[in-house]
């Protein structure tokens, strides 16, 4: 089945440590997204990418870097200078690399505690 | 400045009592409205994409609908598996994602 995986499920974090959050899909789409999810607020958009080896900054992207090297690919690295990473991570994909112009698939998410 | 508003926050129903839930906004040009639903610990998954004011689409018990200044979700007859967060999100021309709501909690209770 084509899908977006995101791993891990939960990801604990120790003060001043960078942590990977992993991001696959195999549908074959250009565009690929990450959001941060907090409690009372909307989705943010952290980074996106519409093309391998291209990314751009969204809202929120400081502390926070990625990189776009295979299509399938789009690791978000939580760095020490986020200086509130506890949150749920939601990685989006959409088959058109015009900006969100067409149905977004999400993976699961991925909950990031710092402790 | 650009806004999605949803409303009510949180929606308790009963099985079987129908009810919408609301998305106004106030963006500088519209492209598009999605509605999204999303179970706890889950991602969203996408339900409707509404482009034009007077457009309707359905899918089983719901219904979304689109004015120049809002979007409704109608749920007809809800069944408890209906409860989740429903999503709101809008596409402004010229930016590069989606801007979305806060949410409304559906209960539904047998």
């Known amino acids: 089945d084509g899908g977006i995986t995101q791993s891990p499920k939960y990801l604990f974090r120790k003060e001043g440590q960078n942590v990977t959050l992993s991001c696959e899909q195999n549908?074959?789409?250009?565009?690929m997204y990450w959001y941060r999810q907090d409690p009372g607020q909307g989705l943010r958009l952290i980074y996106y990418?519409?093309?391998?080896?291209?990314?751009q900054k969204g809202d929120i992207a400081e502390g926070y870097s990625v990189s776009r090297e295979k299509k399938e690919s789009f690791p978000l690295t939580v760095t020490s200078a986020q200086k509130n990473p506890t949150a749920f991570y939601l990685c989006?994909?959409?088959?058109?690399?015009?900006?969100?112009?067409?149905?977004?698939?999400f993976g699961q998410g991925t909950r990031l505690t710092v402790v | 400045e650009d806004q999605v508003t949803q409303s009510p926050e949180a929606l308790r129903l009963q099985e079987g009592e129908s009810s919408s839930l609301n998305c106004s906004y106030t963006?500088?040009?519209?492209?598009?409205l999605f509605w999204y639903r999303q179970d706890p610990g889950k991602g969203p998954e996408f339900l409707f994409t509404?482009?034009?004011a007077g457009e309707e689409k359905e899918k089983e018990r719901l219904k979304a609908t689109l004015t120049k200044k809002e979007s409704f979700l109608h749920i007809t007859a809800p069944k408890p598996e209906d409860s989740a967060t429903y999503l709101c999100?809008?596409?402004?021309?010229?930016?590069?994602?989606?801007?979305f709501g806060t949410g409304t909690r559906l209960t539904v209770i047998p």
């Open positions: 963006v500088s040009g519209l492209r598009g």
């Open positions: 999100a809008v596409q402004v021309a010229g930016a590069n994602n989606l801007f």
């Open positions: 989006a994909s959409t088959k058109d690399r015009r900006p969100m112009n067409t149905e977004a698939f």
């Open positions: 509404l482009y034009s």
């Open positions: 549908l074959n789409h250009d565009a």
């Open positions: 990418s519409q093309i391998v080896n291209d990314f």
